[in-house]
């Protein structure tokens, strides 16, 4: 089916979910971005300009977690680069960020054997005095069995040993875990760590403390290291292990949000929003969590500005700084553009990764969600037609509560986690061609809504 | 088709591929062990004891290189379980063995940036001064590239990040690298670790010196890591490393062959031997690599004795000790036994992983294959009735030149490559009942063999 006859064969069904005769006509009218459509796809996959950006940013500079020197020095990088590709308004917009850092830390086992272990602090966890913490070994597999063994867990290391289901199920593990240790007189928390596949291969991220319980050190083994001792425990062994760390939160580091426009040649005080977090976490090189997203995200602009593709609105790259461990550069993009909310069009977020794309999630009003499935159709030929109920990100949370559209990109996430926030995320496992392709699938999307004769509807 | 229906509708073929009459009255025989199949695989799958007897040996132990007390003390334990078995002329038949030690090591990335690199060092290198070879690196994918750029080779330490094809292929450059890098004058030699699939998980294995070239060290970084320092070269970086090594060689120290057995019932003398090795590398915990194949064996033996199936002859199980870096089990037991040989009847090793099995490659005259085929048959409801050309196993290379035909176990090695000789070679990786399915394989023919009226054709 041609493009335009997939409009014309669904503009019954689809006149029945407009609210407006004019969002129909705008929905009749993306087909008229055919031509545009196929011109973005066959530029961004000409050349691998996406993927070695990235490489040459995450070999450079390494890691960037919030409040490193890495970080600041990707995104002086990033700015210059695009002053250079001849964006406009480019400009890092400052924030405070948290600073935790991770220190030397080591998991010893020490009873029934003598071996050290893989091992990653958690993101926000406190130290260990510098002699470490040994203590024994509770392990449990859920929340439930922590209930009803609590009597057991005073003064212990409680391991929750909890086979990775989803990710949504499992993080809350690495969350919660070290206040649920905390409540029951624990010592210290350790879980396995959130992910499906393991080459004894740990993985981070934030978790929490709250202020009634005491803030222990809390810390992930590899799911082979939790196997073990789950077993042991299971034999009737005792174990017990030294933790350290020093891990600590130093004051908050000054970091900037990189924004940088192709401006609308109509309306430039309206605005549509791409991109991804330029932080991440302090291991591996933070390859598709999230440097791809927002290398996607700059590279659909550098694509449009080639091709002379100059929208009516605003195209905006935000590269947001601190997702991982404080949101504060998305909290500082809405506050600081608070009074330019009304004219985003829409928010647009990748930070799940840039492989093959599927399409994109959206969440706002019946008749907008209309037109960006029809501009879905625009991205058949990348395999990224599909539009998903629901969709933004956590940058742009703070921006879609005060209303404004969100659009989550979404890729092929299949092996996603086996990477995220581990050493493991790195760009051998990104494919150019693939990151190209997200790079079409970004610029067609932002390029339309930006383009339409009239604002994507709000309400 | 019942297995007798296979034997007859087959009967032609398998008649003109005998020697004699008397083989192929032994192939019509093998399904007259139907039953006994059936009864072994029965019981075999009701428990999971290999799993927990592997898992408790590895866990309990660790990993077993040679010369360490680990592999001396898991082979202590394993005596005395196969003494509580009821297993008979259980003994450990000594030999001496290397005594490689890696002690502590690092790579770290000093320029264009400064961060440690996972790595392991390969088994037998030397090691480094205490401050460690800090020099340039030069990067190249083949040994043809090395040869074409020597002239930049001197004082550097070479790179082969060559990627994965098969086995046989690339382990070339783990055996060889550190002597061709050193002929062009090369400081150390590093290789791509030897793996399909890599989450910043290196892999160690032995290398090779000669007597022309000066001992370089030598050692794996993860595939990340050689992939990253490429990328750095192809950009024009200069790449500056520093190696740490502590490895070194002690003198050689004392270690066992472990052997028990269930003796044969009118041929005591004649012999079936099978098993695996017990030594292992020094990292993870030798669980598949090869805990499995012995522990498999021994299981297999436990089952037979439980179901009172003495054969005629005597099956031998060995957890043959040195494999990895010396192959001093498999020389000690042909030169104990050199006098036994032309009674040792089959060979049969499992050094491929314990994953759901496939058959057995064999290595004998047509004449012994064709008992060998059809044995395969009895194997089918384990999905283990292939019986492919060649077969044999390190172990028992020895031996097999003397004469004795030889098999080896085959099994599913999809991800075997991901976790060899790895920190991830541990016991999550395996299946209970994939391994009871492995015992069920090795048990059957190993009895067939030694039962049958007749002993395997040698020639």
Same mark, same amino acid.
């Given at each position: ?238 174990? +017990?292990?030294?933790? @350290? ?5 130093? =004051? /908050? &580091? ?5 924004? !940088?426009?192709? *401006? ?89 990764? +840039?492989?093959?794309? @599927? ?5 706002? =009003? /019946? &008749? ?5 499935? !029809?501009?879905? *159709? ?82």
């Amino acid at each position: 089916m041609t493009i335009r006859g997939y409009f014309h064969s669904g503009s019954a069904l689809v006149a029945t979910m407009l609210a407006t005769t004019s969002a129909h006509a705008q929905v009749e009218r993306v087909a008229d971005y055919g031509d545009a459509a196929t011109r973005i796809i066959q530029t961004a996959l000409t050349d691998s300009n996406a993927w070695h950006r990235l490489a040459y940013m995450t070999d450079t500079f390494g890691p960037r977690l919030s409040g490193s020197d890495n970080l600041e020095r990707a995104i002086t990088w990033m700015l210059s680069v695009m002053e250079d590709d001849g964006l406009v308004n480019v400009r890092g917009e400052p924030t405070m960020v948290p600073h935790w850092v991770r220190g030397r830390e080591s998991v010893d086992l020490i009873l029934p054997r003598e071996t050290p272990l893989a091992m990653l602090g958690l993101g926000g966890s406190v130290g260990t005095p510098p002699e470490g913490i040994t203590a024994e070994v509770l392990v449990v597999s859920s929340f439930q069995e922590l209930t009803e063994r609590a009597a057991e867990a005073r003064g212990k290391i409680v391991l929750f040993d909890v086979p990775f289901t989803n990710y949504g199920a499992t993080v809350r593990y690495r969350g919660n875990g070290a206040v649920a240790a905390a409540r029951v007189g624990a010592v210290a928390a350790l879980i396995r760590s959130v992910t499906p596949v393991s080459l004894n291969s740990p993985h981070t991220g934030a978790m929490n403390y709250d202020s009634t319980t005491t803030r222990i050190p809390a810390a992930a083994l590899s799911v082979e290291g939790a196997a073990m001792l789950h077993r042991m425990q299971d034999r009737g062994q005792r174990v +017990v292990l030294r933790l @350290r760390m020093e891990a600590r939160a130093l =004051p /908050d &580091a000054p970091s900037r949000n990189v924004v !940088a426009e192709l *401006q609308g040649r109509e309306h430039p005080e309206e605005v549509v929003v791409l991109g991804g977090h330029i932080d991440s976490w302090d291991v591996g090189q933070g390859a598709m969590d999230d440097g791809g997203g927002v290398v996607v995200s700059w590279e659909a602009l550098r694509v449009l500005k080639g091709l002379g593709l100059q929208p009516r609105r605003t195209i905006r790259v935000v590269g947001w700084t601190n997702e991982e461990n404080g949101l504060r550069g998305g909290n500082a993009y809405r506050d600081r553009h608070v009074t330019e909310l009304d004219n985003h069009i829409l928010a647009i977020e990748s930070d799940g990764g +840039v492989f093959a794309p @599927r399409g994109f999630g959206f969440t706002g =009003p /019946d &008749a907008a969600r209309a037109i960006i499935t !029809a501009i879905g *159709q625009l991205l058949q030929p990348l395999g990224a037609e599909r539009v998903f109920a629901g969709g933004g990100g956590a940058d742009i949370g703070p921006i879609m509560r005060e209303g404004v559209p969100g659009a989550g990109h979404q890729v092929d996430g299949t092996k996603y986690f086996w990477y995220h926030h581990s050493h493991a995320d790195t760009m051998d496992k990104l494919d150019p061609r693939e990151m190209a392709m997200n790079v079409a699938a970004m610029a067609i999307l932002a390029y339309v809504v930006a383009d339409l004769p009239e604002r994507l509807p709000r309400k």
